[in-house]
């Protein structure tokens, strides 16, 4: 959640040409003067200098990185070096990090930022944010993801980050005149009709109702019973919900799909590539995944077949006990500022402005001449812009200002509506990945029926806690 794959495959598809104004790229520049924090001598004007480190933000190859950087310089005055490590981010972070290497920004997820935090090397920005005409539109619900316990943010959005949930064929549910389902049983009725009923009408019974990667966001199945990935705190202990008794019925439901062949039985060892295929090319009627994807998915078909009936649609998992809905909004990107930055005010006019038109148009279509042109009020992309599928960091973003040059993809709107209703970040605190070992290892057992779910779960229990991953 590969994404940049199937993204170059769509977009390099397009022949994208819609009357916009162009003034999202000719506007005034939305930077205000910054207080100087870089030393200007006699008369000069100061020298506005950013270093920042970087995942995804920028070029996708080095050479496109620098024009990258001279386009934030022409656009906001501000003299950029971008360090984007063409693999290994965290790795190369943190050993830059721990070096003493001096960067004024970051951008991290929020579980390397919550560490951050811990360490003591993140500036707090609690008073930048809440004083700021351009973050203030973010809504403030929102920002209850990034701040700490004692209300307190070190990080600001670099982008809005999604969620994942139950994608369904539509078309299938239309043809097989069902509803969306709304409860474990009525998902069962759905995916077995999906398996049994030829929805993609080639005279055999050879779909799956549903495919996952694994257990990778089964989310929204959990959901039924009220149970939430990863951690959470009850008081000051530790569970996971997903190895507790709560999980058993879930995991049977599982069971049972599987073995009456409704399941793909390559569920266990498919990655999100393999998964998507089989969506894609006929094969099985459910799949749980990004909302973004909504809309690949059905452009990817739309342009292979202009008149197909290919409809894929995000949907709500079931309710829980208490009639709540919980899927997984995937944890936030945010730029932090360290403690030992050299330019911290410089930084927080850049993170002012990447929420501007200006920044959010470079973030998602790119560079102005290298991915896209503005003729007579139109954007059109170039050849290397469809390539890039519009997304160098921020394929989606707050502002709602700022419309999409292209509009959204079909789908995805409904999708996210979804997610904002009823996603929320996880908790991940450092254990995580062994902790997740122990997990898929026991709860594979269980969807397949290789073991009994009750069985299963007090085992993933018991090495948890002998591991002190839970309390």
């Known amino acids: ?120 090397i993140l500036t707090p920005l609690t008073d930048f944010v809440e004083g700021s005409e351009v973050l203030s539109d973010i809504p403030s619900n929102e920002w209850e993801q990034v701040k700490t316990k004692d209300g307190q943010i070190y990080g600001v959005f670099s982008k809005f980050q999604g969620g994942t949930m139950p994608i369904v064929r539509q078309d299938w549910l239309d043809k097989l005149k069902l509803k969306a389902p709304t409860t474990l049983d009525e998902f069962y009725t759905v995916l077995k009709a999906f398996k049994e009923q030829d929805p993609d009408g080639n005279g055999k019974a050879d779909t799956y109702g549903l495919s996952t990667a694994g257990l990778y966001e089964i989310q929204g199945f959990m959901s039924a019973a009220g149970l939430k990935q990863r951690y959470v705190m009850e008081g000051d202990k530790r569970v996971i919900p997903y190895a507790t008794e709560a999980a058993v019925p879930v995991y049977e439901w599982f069971a049972k799909i599987y073995k009456e062949g409704i399941l793909d039985p390559n569920f266990a060892t498919n990655d999100s590539g393999k998964m998507r295929d089989l969506f894609l090319t006929d094969r099985v009627g459910m799949v749980t995944y990004w909302d973004a994807w909504v809309g690949l998915f059905n452009n990817t078909r739309l342009q292979e077949d202009p008149n197909t009936t290919f409809q894929a649609k995000g949907i709500p998992g079931p309710a829980g006990p208490d009639g709540t809905i919980l899927l997984r909004r995937g944890d936030p990107d945010v730029w932090v500022i360290p403690v030992n930055a050299e330019h911290p005010e410089t930084a927080k006019q850049f993170m002012d402005w990447w929420h501007t038109e200006p920044g959010i148009i470079l973030g998602s279509l790119g560079i102005e001449g290298e991915d896209y042109s503005v003729n007579d009020g139109k954007y059109e992309l170039t050849e290397t812009g469809k390539d890039h599928g519009m997304d160098h960091g921020v394929p989606f973003w707050y502002n709602q200002n700022v419309k999409p040059p292209f509009g959204n993809l079909p789908g995805v709107d409904d999708a996210q509506k979804i997610i904002v209703e009823h996603a929320t970040v996880e908790l991940t605190p450092p254990g995580w990945t062994d902790a997740e070992k122990i997990l898929n290892n026991y709860a594979i057992k269980a969807m397949t029926g290789e073991m009994p779910a009750a069985e299963a779960v007090q085992k993933m229990h018991n090495e948890l806690k002998a591991a002190n991953l839970i309390d």
């Open 1 to 120: 959640m590969n994404k940049k794959g199937l993204s170059t495959l769509v977009f390099g598809l397009l022949t994208l040409s819609l009357v916009l104004s162009a003034c999202g790229t000719n506007q005034t520049n939305n930077a205000a003067t910054p207080a100087s924090d870089n030393g200007a001598k006699g008369d000069e004007a100061p020298v506005k200098e950013l270093r920042i480190m970087a995942g995804v933000v920028g070029g996708k190859t080095p050479e496109e990185t620098e024009l990258f950087e001279k386009e934030i310089e022409r656009l906001t005055g501000i003299k950029v070096d971008i360090n984007k490590p063409a693999s290994d981010y965290d790795t190369k972070l943190t050993a830059a990090i721990s070096s003493g290497e001096k960067y004024d920004l970051l951008q991290i997820s929020k579980e390397k930022m919550n560490i951050f935090i811990e360490q003591g």
